[in-house]
């Protein structure tokens, strides 16, 4: 199996690749301009990248290549649509970067209290602004934190404000009371509520088109003068012009990791309009990038490409069909002998009927098994009967429908 790592990725990782005894290709440098070309040049199997763009050109590109794997959590640099119409899986690693991102927001939220940055280039500067800054710090401790996406990032930042001594409200669209009560925080009926209750807001919820702009105008009017906005999930999430308004008429600071505009590799920060106001802190969109937070997330890619490569199985495809078009399961017990489900195929094949999905079951002792077969439509009695008389190794035939 040949394994093209087109970004950067733990030698940790690397290294478990040889001993299974992939063929590893690395090409750290690739952008989403000459990935395509790549993909062309060496013909994967199997494809990771971490931040690189893997645009439609890249699947037009691939002739053997199956699988796709993100080295984080996350898809939005795939275009996983144009994966899926080239019948090429898409895998990612959550959770394994979620302590890392976690502690970066703290981070944030302590810089943005102390305002560290400030303080830091002050000295730089050589100069003292003792008085100054001790008027500036409000203290964390008692203070409401809110969360919006209880993921696994969401999750490990609540532990955290335990011993902050921070009480907590969160939303999430599949939160339970039950669930918040478990994590010691209090479950609210919206963003919307998180916003109006909370002291310092963490934003870690996915970018998918019901986030865009979740933190809009109306979301960052009902947040409490003087309150805090971390943001380490995505730039699309936030309507940074209505937070940029914020900031100049309600005291509002905000600690990004992540921006609407991110610089390209290469690129200046001159773009970063929220960077040119009071009160703001950043980095480089590098919340995921510790030594162990990358060791994790190499070590669950490379799991799943050995499950793929062992078993065929995919762990935390993201792209499989939730439900299919089958209305009708065909289930055929048959000896194990070659040309069985040739047979079932082909006659399924004339009666032009489409296989959704299958399965085929072998029992102990691989004497026999069972193939279940999802069809798009109820084969008619004539197929029925041709597929259990037309070949000596078929011991039944059963047709149900699907729920």
């Known amino acids: 199996m040949r394994v093209l790592i087109a970004d950067k990725f733990d030698q940790s990782g690397i290294d478990v690749l040889l001993g299974m005894g992939c063929d590893v290709v690395i090409e750290p440098s690739a952008d989403a301009e000459n990935l395509p070309k790549l993909v062309k040049q060496h013909d994967p199997d199997v494809l990771i990248v971490r931040s690189t763009k893997v645009k439609a050109p890249v699947f037009e590109a691939a002739d053997k290549m ?34 890392a991102v976690a502690e970066l927001a703290w981070a944030l939220m302590l810089a943005c209290d102390r305002l560290i940055p400030a303080q830091t280039a002050d000295l730089h500067a050589g100069k003292w602004a003792k008085k100054h800054y001790a008027k500036q710090a409000r203290g964390l401790h008692g203070r409401t934190l809110g ?14 404000a335990h011993a902050f001594g921070m009480p907590v409200v969160a ?7 039950a669930q918040a009560k478990a994590m010691g925080a209090v479950r609210m009926e919206s963003a919307i509520e998180v916003a109006a209750a909370a002291d310092i807001i963490s934003i870690n919820v996915a970018a998918t088109p019901d986030t865009k702009h979740l933190v809009n105008k109306a979301f960052i009017d009902r947040m409490k003068p003087g309150a805090t906005l971390i943001n380490t999930a995505r730039g699309a999430v936030v309507d940074e012009d209505a937070l940029a308004e914020a900031i100049k008429t309600k005291g509002i600071r905000a ?8 610089p390209a590799p290469g690129d200046t920060a001159s773009d970063l309009a929220l960077m040119k106001l009071p009160g703001v802190v950043g980095t480089h969109h590098n919340g995921a990038s510790t030594d162990q937070a990358q060791q994790a997330i190499a070590l669950e890619a490379v ?22 078009a089958a209305t009708r399961l065909l289930i055929v017990r048959h000896l194990n002998r070659p040309g069985v489900l040739a047979h079932v195929v082909g006659q399924l094949s004339e009666a032009k009927l489409n296989i959704e999905e299958m399965e085929n079951i072998i029992y102990s002792s691989a004497k026999a098994a069972c193939a279940k077969i999802r069809l798009d439509a109820e084969p008619n009695s004539p197929v029925i009967t041709a ?3 037309g070949n000596p190794h078929i011991l039944s035939v059963d047709l149900t429908v699907i729920e």
């Open 303 to 324: 799991r799943i490409i050995r499950a793929y490569k062992d078993t065929g199985d995919i762990p935390n495809v993201v792209n499989r069909a939730a439900k299919s």
């Open 171 to 177: 939303w999430s669209r599949s939160l339970t009371d």
């Open 147 to 160: 969360v919006v996406g209880i993921g696994n990032i969401g999750r490990e930042i609540v532990k955290r």
């Open 387 to 389: 597929i259990r008389t």
């Open 66 to 99: 199956s699988l796709v794997v993100r080295a984080g959590a996350g898809v939005d640099n795939i275009e996983v649509e144009a994966a899926s119409a080239a019948g090429i899986s898409v895998a990612n690693c959550p959770g394994k970067n979620a302590i």
């Open 255 to 262: 600690g990004f990791d992540v921006w609407a505009k991110q």
